[in-house]
């Protein structure tokens, strides 16, 4: 195992335009890992804190450099991890911002895999990953914090649940979303696209079921496999605490309401997927939910359990939600995103491993999901930054990076 010889840290920009950390970390071997925090829009209250990008770096490198140099193994995540936390001496990354260490982490975890020669999904997994994929839950139409005048659901995603291989289901994502603008375009519906490359299309969420499924069946008949409906409701965002409330503009939903419109949706469109179908502190309604259609679709906690095994636990021990959104950022170090994955596993949950709605090249995500054997990932459709994780798990199936 080799010592990291130095950690640099510098902003660059991330696909919102926004300024974000990038790391480098170098080994005494010369091994080199280099790696960039993403950054949400619809964070959960409970993530670890994201700082700004400039802040972040000058306390890293105050309090988390000298902890690594010199003195941490670039291949053990579990030493260059319990490093960066004890550097921070808080729960929440709220000292060196866990932008800061997400990137340092993930850095590192690059370098150790250089060293040995081995890509990072192996180096993180073990020799034996690398045979099963994660199916893409790609994003093809949306609102909410993502595009302010579309739909009230965040995401509308396409799960090629019966594709064969990882490229055809990747394929499948990007033929739905070019199918959805030619939707868009008959109808007259003008359309930009969100932070993520949804279309954002000022309609109705009934519009967008209809559009969105339409897609869907038309590209399952090209294809010849199953192509289904996904959602991001990121109910957080739509709940008005003081009222108790959900709104869909004009629209309100109590608490029970809202468990009762999504085990509706589940049903009437034969969802696949339902992420954040209830607000972050709602554990009771989102477990109502599981006990009345988690027989029969995904039911995904994001901000719900923002990637924390002690909120995760929770979860479990009350039954709500058959899967966790995992985010390393949420977290701040790859070893907490593996525990909530093993956690999960442990206890029959699926792992969805995911991007940010802000976002850089970096395909650490991709590596990750493969070497947790993840059954799905959520890292977008079209659009640089996410086609930059679609296309290095294309690599991995082929053994190809
Ligand atoms: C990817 C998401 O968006 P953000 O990064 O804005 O939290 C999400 O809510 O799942
Ligand atoms: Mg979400």
Known sequence: MTLVRSVSLRRILDS??????????????????????????????????ELPAGEAIASARQHAIPRLVDEVHAGNQREVDAALRGADGTDDFSTIGANSAVAISMAAA????????????????????????????????????????????????????????????????????DRIGALLDERDLPAGKGDEGAWAPAVTDAEAFDIVAAATDDVAADVGFDVAVGLDVAASELYDADAEVYRYGDVERTP???????????????????????????????ADLTDRVGDRTVLCGDDLFVTNVDRLQRGIDEGAGNAILVKPNQIGTLSDAVDAVELATRNGLDAVVSHR?????????????????????????????????????????????
């Open 16 to 49: 919102r335009g926004n300024p974000t950390v990038e790391a480098d970390v170098l080994t005494d071997s010369g091994g080199f890992g280099r790696a960039a925090a993403p950054s949400g829009a619809s964070t959960g209250e409970y993530e670890a804190i």
């Open 110 to 177: 690059k370098a150790g895999a250089d060293v040995l020669g081995a890509p990072l999904f192996q180096h993180l997994g073990g020799t034996f990953r690398g045979d099963g994929f994660p199916t893409p839950l790609g994003n093809v139409l949306g609102g909410g914090e993502h595009a302010k005048a579309a739909t009230h659901i965040q995401e509308f995603l396409a799960v090629p649940h019966g594709a064969p291989n990882v490229a055809e289901a990747v394929f499948a994502n990007a033929a739905v979303h």
């Open 256 to 286: 029970a309401e809202q468990v009762d419109y999504i085990a509706g949706l589940v049903d009437e469109y034969d969802l696949a997927y339902v992420e954040d179908p209830v607000e972050e502190d709602d554990f009771g309604g989102f």
């Open 357 to 401: 709605s802000g976002e850089t090249e970096d395909t650490t995500i991709a590596h990750l999901a493969v070497a947790t054997g993840a059954p799905f990932i959520k890292t977008g459709t079209v659009g640089g930054e996410r086609t930059a994780k679609l296309n290095e798990l294309i690599r991995i199936a082929e053994d190809a990076v």
